[in-house]
């Protein structure tokens, strides 16, 4: 398996006596007695913490995976920290500590002397770094820049700079560039000396002298090339790129669209200031993902993992919306309010509410997260509009026609058979017709809502299920009263 | 911005008659008056399909991306689909074919000659041609089958030998083996060689002489060594690998993990028989969030985008689970059905059933979706069930205090004084109470309902909103009538 983050792994700097400490069989480290290898065994490095087998932990902890000692700090006790992460050889502990969540790397800081936190912050890519400081108290943030060079400080100051959605805030700076004059060979030897600093080698960008991206040069072309032709000659000069202004989730998009390993960032004077990774864009895909789910589930996205996200955080990420849903859910009340003296006469009809209204919600919010998704994955825009609303009309006639059908049936041989309800043929056509034009309703509001919303300037991902069910509640209670007063002659 | 797919773009076969007859500065290609460079216009493509510019066409189209190409198909008319098609240099045209929809795909090949269809076959990697043949129909797979060579036929075959969501489905077999005993500049030198035949060059896979994976160098690690250091030397031998039976998105979930370019895919022997790369990871990842997303909210996932899929396609997608879910409010129904009594004589009560419904199907959904997705992302699994379960209780109670103190005021302040409806404070104390009460089982329930459902092998996502919500609907109306009954001698 090849990562951005294990090349360096392959020679730590092991001390002698701790080598010597613990002969090479006697290793617990995964993989060894397994066929298939697979990650770290946190279990038994807990173990090892406990018992503070500092030597064999160590052993076991640089034959892993940066990504796998992080979930171990998440299962450490907090004073255990900085103990095991002294332990890690001095370029594994940097590719440990950006795996980090923000507030284990905080607790780490504050307990870093100086010196450590130089070692740490000198292996950090200069995107990670930027990232670190955005995310820690003012204090912290004064202790990182104190302790990086002049030039990474100023390097990070730009970063910071774009907005916080925007390409530029995801970009990393440290990139392979290359010049149309060289060959093959020098371009080869400029990777081999800068590689160990780079973030991405596989995809090198070539600049004229005023910084502008004119081509893009992959190892494989290298490879592939004989050794004396020019680099402007075998460069593909149609470069994709983005704007550092452009939004990250577009940027993902893209690299995902193009299968691609690195996409160029420029800014306004088609100037390469940086690449964003692959890997960067899954980050930005699956956070985005989850954004939505949270937010088409009335909540307010956290950033954490579920587990390690307190109660009061759930709280007040989950509370804002459930008040704002129940006091709308007052005019719900208000028109069955307005019914009630009808409702009295007919009180067989109250049966059918929440039938009518979960059918509403759950029609509207079909048609408001595929509406809401193929906004986000960009495969509608608002100009579709009518498309949008001709195809779900026609799914509505069908979907409410066959709902309508089964009522009918299940309201006679359920309601009125079984249960002996005082039900008539016009209360079942009153029924069924409500159920015909709430699912209509449902899903003209599903569909024009997060259009609507999204031309306007603002997040469809908040028009999804529980504020459309809202809306169509109270329409769906507006037909069926509506229907019932006039029908029945209430 | 480099790809698997554009490499091979680089020295097209560009006819000479067509390159003479446009002159080089007429190019209507994008990119050439704007700053930054874009895909492909479009409009303009198909501007020129329309007026037969098809010289014209094919110089633009040549320097586009496969992916580009894929979307101006997509709005052609049909008729055009094979006339554009062949316009396309042969690489090309098979880097475009595996970018369109299977739909697409299949009219193009009915519209083939044997020797077009072999020209494209040639071209595929072979988890592509298996991909495609999986999704043709009887007689166009005999037709491709019998097109391609009998070891590619034999590599297909394989291939499709394994499960539909395996690892072994999604896997290449084409990828650099090396040796052991290779020096760097012999595993260079056999890179150069074989990389145009490669999906992905720049993991190389160590075997021994029985196939079995031992060892892994990225072409960075070949880059950065002496030209004379052995391949046994500098590989990495903690190789992090998956077997070909396990669920792909847990191989899409490793490559995000440790940030992986590609992963090795062993059998059960621990012999390497493929790779996964990180471009179909990232596929696997966005299908399973558009199916999730589907799923938590009462939708069967549909694999085409949106436009494309018929109304049909839509509503049968969506009929199954509004049927089910309508017939379930029966229930519900039911309950308020033998409370009839009851209301009769309070009808003021009716007022706050789409309140309480409302209010818990929300908390309760909340509560799904999020344990749903920690689920599915792995933070979570069922012997976890006390940590969620504590955790959620507390912040159901959180919530519901917080719901039922503003339900008391808004009672008072709306319904009372502005509606002026009948209501008591035991009213009041009886809503306010249900209403924590079902803000509690609400949670309760949409925490415990997917691990449990997970914990029986089956998938939490349809456990999620509609289904919570259904059983949150009856909970709350039967606490909400027994309160009632008991606190206000109903």
Redesign the interface.
């Known amino acids: ?7 360096k ?2 020679t730590p700097e092991i001390p002698e006596e701790v080598a010597a400490e613990v002969p090479e069989r006697t290793l617990t ?1 995964p ?1 060894d007695t397994e ?5 770290l065994d946190i279990d038994a490095a807990l173990a090892l913490v406990e018992e503070k087998r500092y030597a064999t932990l160590r052993q076991m902890l640089r ?3 940066p ?1 796998d000692i992080a979930e171990l700090f998440d299962e450490l006790p907090k004073q255990q920290y900085a103990v095991v992460f002294r332990i890690l050889p001095k370029e594994l502990a940097a590719e440990v500590f950006v795996e980090l969540d923000s507030d284990l790397q905080q607790i780490l800081i504050e307990s870093f002397s100086d010196l450590e936190l130089r070692n740490v912050l000198e292996e950090l890519y200069m995107d990670d770094a930027a990232d670190l400081v955005e995310e820690m108290p003012a204090n912290v943030v004064k202790r990182i820049l104190q302790n990086v060079t002049p030039e990474a400080r100023k390097t990070v100051n730009e970063l910071l700079k774009y907005p916080e959605d925007s390409a530029g805030s995801i970009m990393t700076t440290e990139f392979v560039r290359l010049k149309q004059d060289m060959s093959v060979d020098d371009a ?1 030897a400029l ?2 000396k800068v ?2 600093d780079k973030e991405t ?3 090198c960008y070539v600049t004229d002298r005023n910084s502008h991206l004119i081509g ?1 040069v ?4 290298l ?2 090339a004989p050794h004396d032709a020019k680099i402007a000659d ?1 460069m ?1 000069d ?4 983005v ?1 550092t202004l452009e939004d990250k989730e577009d940027v993902a998009a893209t690299i ?9 960032v ?1 800014d ?3 100037r390469l200031v940086g690449i964003v990774t ?2 960067d ?3 930005v ?2 956070d985005e ?2 954004e ?3 937010k ?4 307010l996205p956290t950033e954490k ?3 390690r996200t307190s ?2 955080e ?2 007040k990420s ?2 804002v ?3 704002l ?3 709308s ?2 005019f ?3 028109i ?2 307005s019914f ?1 003296d009808a ?2 006469t007919q ?2 009809l ?6 009518l ?3 509403g ?3 509207g ?2 048609a408001s ?3 809401i ?2 906004l986000s ?1 960009g ?2 825009e608002f100009s ?1 509009v009518m ?2 609303l001709w ?1 779900e009309i ?2 509505a006639a ?2 409410g026609g ?2 309508a059908v ?2 009918f049936g ?1 309201i006679f041989l ?2 009125k058979w079984i ?1 002996g ?1 005082p039900i008539t043929v016009p209360i079942a056509i009153v029924v069924c017709l409500t ?1 015909m034009m709430t ?1 209509i309703a449902a899903k003209f509001l599903g569909c024009t809502l997060p259009l609507l919303v999204s031309k306007l300037g603002f997040d469809p991902a908040v028009m999804a ?2 504020f459309i ?2 809306i169509v ?1 109270a329409v769906s ?1 507006i037909v069926f009263f509506a229907l019932a007063t006039t029908l029945l002659h209430l």
Chains 1, 2 share one sequence.
């Not at 398996?1 to 090349?7: A, G, V, W, Y």
């Open positions: 398996m090849e990562t951005k983050e294990t090349e792994l392959q480290a993989g066929e298939q290898e697979r990650g034959e892993a995976e990504a080869i990777i081999r590689a160990i080698i596989y995809t893009v992959t190892v494989k072309d490879l592939c075998i593909e149609h470069v994709i790129s704007n995902s669209k193009y299968d691609a390993l690195a996409l160029p420029v306004a004077e088609n692959v890997d864009a899954i980050d895909m699956q993902a989850e939505d789910f949270a088409m589930n009335a909540m993992p579920y587990l109660p009061f759930l709280y989950r509370i919306w459930l008040l849903l129940m006091v859910a007052t719900t009340g208000m069955i309010g009630e409702l009295a009180a067989v109250t049966l059918f509410i929440p039938m209204m979960d059918t919600g759950n029609s919010s079909q997260v595929t509406v998704r193929a994955l495969e509608i579709d498309r949008v195809k026609r799914v069908l979907c066959s709902l089964v009522a299940k359920v309601d249960m309800k159920l699912v299920s529980p069910t809202t509640d209670l």
